[in-house]
Protein backbone atom coordinates (compact mmCIF):
# COMPACT_ATOMS: atom_id res chain seq x y z
CA UNK A 1 0.00 0.00 0.00
CA UNK A 2 0.96 3.55 -1.08
CA UNK A 3 -0.52 5.25 2.08
CA UNK A 4 -1.11 9.09 2.57
CA UNK A 5 -3.05 11.04 4.99
CA UNK A 6 -4.82 13.98 4.96
CA UNK A 7 -7.94 15.98 6.50
CA UNK A 8 -11.34 15.45 5.31
CA UNK A 9 -13.45 16.84 2.83
CA UNK A 10 -16.75 17.29 1.89
CA UNK A 11 -17.08 15.03 -0.73
CA UNK A 12 -15.45 12.22 0.99
CA UNK A 13 -18.45 10.63 2.68
CA UNK A 14 -19.55 9.51 -0.63
CA UNK A 15 -16.38 7.74 -1.48
CA UNK A 16 -16.37 6.03 1.81
CA UNK A 17 -19.68 5.12 2.03
CA UNK A 18 -19.42 3.29 -1.50
CA UNK A 19 -16.39 1.63 -0.39
CA UNK A 20 -17.52 0.65 3.49
CA UNK A 21 -20.96 -0.59 2.28
CA UNK A 22 -23.47 -0.71 5.24
CA UNK A 23 -22.44 0.22 8.36
CA UNK A 24 -22.00 -2.90 10.56
CA UNK A 25 -23.39 -2.05 13.94
CA UNK A 26 -25.82 1.37 14.16
CA UNK A 27 -22.94 2.52 16.27
CA UNK A 28 -20.79 2.84 13.28
CA UNK A 29 -24.08 4.59 11.43
CA UNK A 30 -24.53 7.28 13.96
CA UNK A 31 -20.67 7.84 14.41
CA UNK A 32 -20.20 8.02 10.23
CA UNK A 33 -22.47 10.81 10.33
CA UNK A 34 -20.07 13.14 12.70
CA UNK A 35 -16.93 12.30 10.17
CA UNK A 36 -16.73 16.43 8.22
CA UNK A 37 -14.18 18.87 8.03
CA UNK A 38 -12.29 19.74 11.32
CA UNK A 39 -12.95 22.69 13.00
CA UNK A 40 -12.48 24.92 16.11
CA UNK A 41 -15.97 25.51 17.01
CA UNK A 42 -16.96 23.24 17.95
CA UNK A 43 -13.44 21.38 18.25
CA UNK A 44 -13.07 18.25 15.86
CA UNK A 45 -10.58 17.07 14.14
CA UNK A 46 -10.63 14.26 11.17
CA UNK A 47 -8.46 12.39 9.10
CA UNK A 48 -8.62 10.46 5.80
CA UNK A 49 -6.65 7.69 5.04
CA UNK A 50 -6.06 7.56 1.03
CA UNK A 51 -4.25 4.03 -0.39
CA UNK A 52 -2.79 5.27 -4.13
CA UNK A 53 -5.48 7.87 -3.77
CA UNK A 54 -8.37 6.14 -2.93
CA UNK A 55 -9.91 7.57 0.63
CA UNK A 56 -10.32 3.80 2.56
CA UNK A 57 -10.22 4.74 6.00
CA UNK A 58 -11.26 7.80 8.49
CA UNK A 59 -11.21 8.72 11.80
CA UNK A 60 -12.48 11.32 14.19
CA UNK A 61 -12.22 13.40 17.60
CA UNK A 62 -13.68 15.65 18.70
CA UNK A 63 -15.55 18.04 22.14
CA UNK A 64 -18.94 17.76 23.37
CA UNK A 65 -20.17 20.53 25.89
CA UNK A 66 -22.57 17.79 27.84
CA UNK A 67 -20.00 15.51 28.53
CA UNK A 68 -16.59 17.43 29.01
CA UNK A 69 -14.21 15.13 30.62
CA UNK A 70 -13.87 13.05 27.73
CA UNK A 71 -13.25 13.49 23.74
CA UNK A 72 -15.51 11.16 21.59
CA UNK A 73 -13.14 9.25 18.87
CA UNK A 74 -14.18 6.66 15.97
CA UNK A 75 -12.25 4.94 13.46
CA UNK A 76 -13.14 2.89 10.46
CA UNK A 77 -11.16 1.22 7.90
CA UNK A 78 -12.31 -0.79 5.01
CA UNK A 79 -12.62 -4.52 5.08
CA UNK A 80 -9.64 -4.51 2.71
CA UNK A 81 -7.70 -2.82 4.55
CA UNK A 82 -7.99 -3.98 8.29
CA UNK A 83 -5.20 -6.12 10.24
CA UNK A 84 -2.67 -3.83 8.44
CA UNK A 85 -1.70 -1.60 11.14
CA UNK A 86 -3.63 1.34 9.64
CA UNK A 87 -6.80 1.33 12.23
CA UNK A 88 -4.01 1.99 14.70
CA UNK A 89 -2.20 4.19 12.84
CA UNK A 90 -5.07 6.94 12.72
CA UNK A 91 -5.60 6.58 16.28
CA UNK A 92 -2.08 7.56 17.07
CA UNK A 93 -2.75 10.37 15.02
CA UNK A 94 -6.24 11.06 16.35
CA UNK A 95 -4.34 11.01 20.08
CA UNK A 96 -1.68 13.15 18.83
CA UNK A 97 -4.43 15.76 17.71
CA UNK A 98 -6.77 14.92 21.21
CA UNK A 99 -3.88 17.04 22.54
CA UNK A 100 -4.12 20.21 21.00
CA UNK A 101 -7.91 20.18 22.23
CA UNK A 102 -8.50 23.53 23.57
CA UNK A 103 -9.75 22.12 26.97
CA UNK A 104 -7.10 20.48 27.40
CA UNK A 105 -9.04 17.05 27.87
CA UNK A 106 -6.83 13.84 26.03
CA UNK A 107 -9.09 11.23 27.73
CA UNK A 108 -10.86 9.33 25.15
CA UNK A 109 -14.28 7.45 24.75
CA UNK A 110 -15.95 5.61 22.06
CA UNK A 111 -19.05 3.44 21.69
CA UNK A 112 -19.16 -0.22 20.54
CA UNK A 113 -21.24 -3.23 20.27
CA UNK A 114 -19.88 -6.10 22.17
CA UNK A 115 -18.43 -8.94 20.08
CA UNK A 116 -17.90 -6.52 16.77
CA UNK A 117 -14.45 -6.21 15.27
CA UNK A 118 -14.89 -2.75 16.60
CA UNK A 119 -15.06 -3.69 20.02
CA UNK A 120 -11.80 -6.37 19.45
CA UNK A 121 -10.25 -3.23 18.15
CA UNK A 122 -10.75 -0.75 21.12
CA UNK A 123 -10.21 -3.58 23.63
CA UNK A 124 -6.68 -4.33 22.11
CA UNK A 125 -5.92 -0.56 21.68
CA UNK A 126 -6.27 0.01 25.60
CA UNK A 127 -9.61 0.88 26.12
CA UNK A 128 -11.64 -0.78 28.97
CA UNK A 129 -15.48 -0.45 29.93
CA UNK A 130 -16.99 2.16 31.91
CA UNK A 131 -20.59 1.65 31.05
CA UNK A 132 -23.31 -0.89 29.38
CA UNK A 133 -26.76 0.00 27.94
CA UNK A 134 -29.16 -2.12 26.64
CA UNK A 135 -32.69 -1.77 25.06
CA UNK A 136 -35.53 -3.25 26.57
CA UNK A 137 -39.44 -3.79 25.65
CA UNK A 138 -41.76 -3.90 28.69
CA UNK A 139 -44.53 -6.40 27.88
CA UNK A 140 -48.33 -5.02 28.13
CA UNK A 141 -50.19 -6.12 31.49
CA UNK A 142 -47.22 -7.78 33.10
CA UNK A 143 -46.84 -5.33 36.11
CA UNK A 144 -49.99 -5.14 38.38
CA UNK A 145 -51.19 -1.66 39.21
CA UNK A 146 -50.52 0.19 42.10
CA UNK A 147 -53.29 1.39 44.22
CA UNK A 148 -53.15 4.85 45.75
CA UNK A 149 -54.78 4.43 48.97
CA UNK A 150 -55.96 8.16 49.15
CA UNK A 151 -56.27 11.94 48.03
CA UNK A 152 -53.08 12.58 50.11
CA UNK A 153 -50.85 9.70 48.74
CA UNK A 154 -48.66 9.30 45.72
CA UNK A 155 -50.40 11.29 42.47
CA UNK A 156 -49.81 10.16 38.81
CA UNK A 157 -50.24 13.32 36.30
CA UNK A 158 -49.64 14.32 32.94
CA UNK A 159 -47.11 17.19 32.78
CA UNK A 160 -46.17 19.84 29.86
CA UNK A 161 -42.63 18.75 27.80
CA UNK A 162 -42.09 22.65 28.35
CA UNK A 163 -42.55 22.40 32.25
CA UNK A 164 -39.66 23.97 34.46
CA UNK A 165 -40.59 21.85 37.23
CA UNK A 166 -40.01 19.02 34.63
CA UNK A 167 -36.69 20.16 32.91
CA UNK A 168 -35.73 20.62 36.61
CA UNK A 169 -36.34 17.07 37.54
CA UNK A 170 -34.59 15.47 33.84
CA UNK A 171 -31.91 17.75 34.42
CA UNK A 172 -30.84 16.51 37.47
CA UNK A 173 -31.47 13.17 36.60
CA UNK A 174 -29.47 13.00 33.64
CA UNK A 175 -26.40 14.26 36.01
CA UNK A 176 -26.60 12.11 38.90
CA UNK A 177 -26.62 8.91 36.90
CA UNK A 178 -23.99 10.29 34.67
CA UNK A 179 -21.23 10.32 37.25
CA UNK A 180 -19.04 7.71 35.07
CA UNK A 181 -18.78 10.32 32.77
CA UNK A 182 -19.39 13.69 34.31
CA UNK A 183 -22.51 15.27 32.86
CA UNK A 184 -23.63 19.55 32.46
CA UNK A 185 -27.03 18.91 31.91
CA UNK A 186 -28.20 22.35 32.43
CA UNK A 187 -31.75 23.28 31.91
CA UNK A 188 -31.67 24.61 28.73
CA UNK A 189 -29.97 21.80 27.36
CA UNK A 190 -32.37 19.26 28.85
CA UNK A 191 -34.97 21.39 26.73
CA UNK A 192 -33.39 21.74 23.80
CA UNK A 193 -31.94 17.69 23.99
CA UNK A 194 -34.85 15.53 25.66
CA UNK A 195 -37.91 17.67 26.20
CA UNK A 196 -38.51 20.01 23.11
CA UNK A 197 -40.51 18.91 19.91
CA UNK A 198 -37.57 18.76 17.57
CA UNK A 199 -36.42 15.87 19.86
CA UNK A 200 -39.64 13.97 19.13
CA UNK A 201 -40.82 14.46 22.89
CA UNK A 202 -44.48 13.70 22.73
CA UNK A 203 -45.78 13.96 26.07
CA UNK A 204 -44.82 13.02 29.84
CA UNK A 205 -46.21 11.72 32.56
CA UNK A 206 -45.18 12.23 36.42
CA UNK A 207 -45.32 10.57 39.44
CA UNK A 208 -45.94 12.82 42.76
CA UNK A 209 -45.00 11.55 45.92
CA UNK A 210 -48.39 13.76 47.09
CA UNK A 211 -50.73 15.64 45.29
CA UNK A 212 -49.19 18.96 43.67
CA UNK A 213 -51.07 20.92 46.05
CA UNK A 214 -50.20 19.62 49.31
CA UNK A 215 -46.27 20.02 47.58
CA UNK A 216 -46.23 16.74 46.02
CA UNK A 217 -42.59 16.29 44.06
CA UNK A 218 -41.87 14.76 40.96
CA UNK A 219 -40.71 10.90 42.37
CA UNK A 220 -40.47 9.75 38.81
CA UNK A 221 -41.25 10.49 35.39
CA UNK A 222 -41.76 9.84 31.57
CA UNK A 223 -41.32 11.33 28.13
CA UNK A 224 -42.16 9.54 25.15
CA UNK A 225 -41.12 10.00 21.83
CA UNK A 226 -43.70 7.92 19.60
CA UNK A 227 -46.71 11.15 18.04
CA UNK A 228 -49.06 8.48 17.04
CA UNK A 229 -50.31 4.92 18.84
CA UNK A 230 -48.69 2.10 16.26
CA UNK A 231 -48.00 -1.54 16.33
CA UNK A 232 -43.93 -0.63 17.54
CA UNK A 233 -43.53 -0.25 21.20
CA UNK A 234 -43.19 3.50 22.36
CA UNK A 235 -39.50 5.16 23.25
CA UNK A 236 -39.80 6.40 26.79
CA UNK A 237 -37.15 7.98 28.66
CA UNK A 238 -37.78 6.93 32.23
CA UNK A 239 -36.06 8.92 35.34
CA UNK A 240 -36.68 8.74 39.15
CA UNK A 241 -35.82 11.22 41.80
CA UNK A 242 -31.86 10.25 43.06
CA UNK A 243 -32.15 11.93 46.25
CA UNK A 244 -34.97 9.63 47.25
CA UNK A 245 -34.21 6.30 49.57
CA UNK A 246 -33.75 3.06 47.16
CA UNK A 247 -37.15 1.44 48.22
CA UNK A 248 -39.13 4.60 47.46
CA UNK A 249 -36.68 4.91 43.80
CA UNK A 250 -38.22 1.27 43.13
CA UNK A 251 -41.74 1.82 44.15
CA UNK A 252 -42.61 4.72 41.97
CA UNK A 253 -40.76 3.03 38.86
CA UNK A 254 -42.74 -0.12 39.50
CA UNK A 255 -46.05 1.69 39.91
CA UNK A 256 -45.81 4.25 36.96
CA UNK A 257 -43.94 2.06 34.73
CA UNK A 258 -47.10 -0.26 35.40
CA UNK A 259 -49.32 2.62 34.32
CA UNK A 260 -47.53 3.00 31.47
CA UNK A 261 -47.48 -0.44 30.19
CA UNK A 262 -51.04 -1.06 31.34
CA UNK A 263 -52.26 -1.52 27.66
CA UNK A 264 -48.93 -0.64 25.28
CA UNK A 265 -45.63 -1.97 25.59
CA UNK A 266 -42.42 0.49 25.68
CA UNK A 267 -39.24 0.24 24.85
CA UNK A 268 -36.36 1.52 27.58
CA UNK A 269 -32.74 2.54 27.04
CA UNK A 270 -31.46 1.74 29.98
CA UNK A 271 -27.86 1.94 31.41
CA UNK A 272 -26.26 0.31 34.32
CA UNK A 273 -25.82 3.45 36.39
CA UNK A 274 -29.99 3.63 36.58
CA UNK A 275 -29.50 0.94 39.07
CA UNK A 276 -33.53 1.12 40.09
CA UNK A 277 -34.57 0.98 36.90
CA UNK A 278 -32.10 -1.70 36.08
CA UNK A 279 -32.75 -3.64 38.70
CA UNK A 280 -36.85 -3.59 38.19
CA UNK A 281 -35.76 -4.54 34.55
CA UNK A 282 -33.57 -7.64 35.48
CA UNK A 283 -36.78 -8.81 37.55
CA UNK A 284 -39.33 -8.18 34.07
CA UNK A 285 -36.43 -9.98 32.15
CA UNK A 286 -36.09 -13.07 34.15
CA UNK A 287 -39.82 -13.82 34.80
CA UNK A 288 -40.38 -13.27 30.58
CA UNK A 289 -42.15 -9.99 31.09
CA UNK A 290 -39.48 -7.52 29.47
CA UNK A 291 -37.22 -8.70 26.83
CA UNK A 292 -33.78 -7.23 24.98
CA UNK A 293 -34.22 -5.88 21.49
CA UNK A 294 -30.67 -5.81 19.79
CA UNK A 295 -27.05 -6.48 21.37
CA UNK A 296 -25.85 -4.25 24.20
CA UNK A 297 -23.65 -1.30 23.79
CA UNK A 298 -21.04 -0.74 25.97
CA UNK A 299 -19.17 2.89 26.31
CA UNK A 300 -15.09 2.22 26.62
CA UNK A 301 -12.95 4.74 27.80
CA UNK A 302 -8.77 5.22 27.39
Avoid at 35 to 46: D, G, I, K
Avoid at 132 to 145: A, D, F, H, K
Avoid at 248 to 264: D, K, N
Wanted: charged fraction near 25%; hydrophobic fraction near 40%; aromatic fraction near 6%.
Amino acid sequence: MALTFREWREDDDLALNQLWGDPETVQSGQFRAVLRPSSNEPWSRCIVAEDDGVPVAAGVVYETSLHPDRLWIYVEVARENRRSGLGSTLLAMLRKEAETAPSGVTALRAKVEPGTSGAAFAEAAGFSRIQRSRVVVVEPGRISLPVFSDDAGPQLEEAATGSVELTQAVAEFYNSVHGWDRADMTLGRAQQMLLNDATGAAGAVVLRDAPKAKGGKIAAFAVSYTHNRTDEPADVFLGYDTKLERSEQEAALESLLAMLTYQYPVQLEVDESMAPVARIIQALLEKGAAREVGPATEIVSS
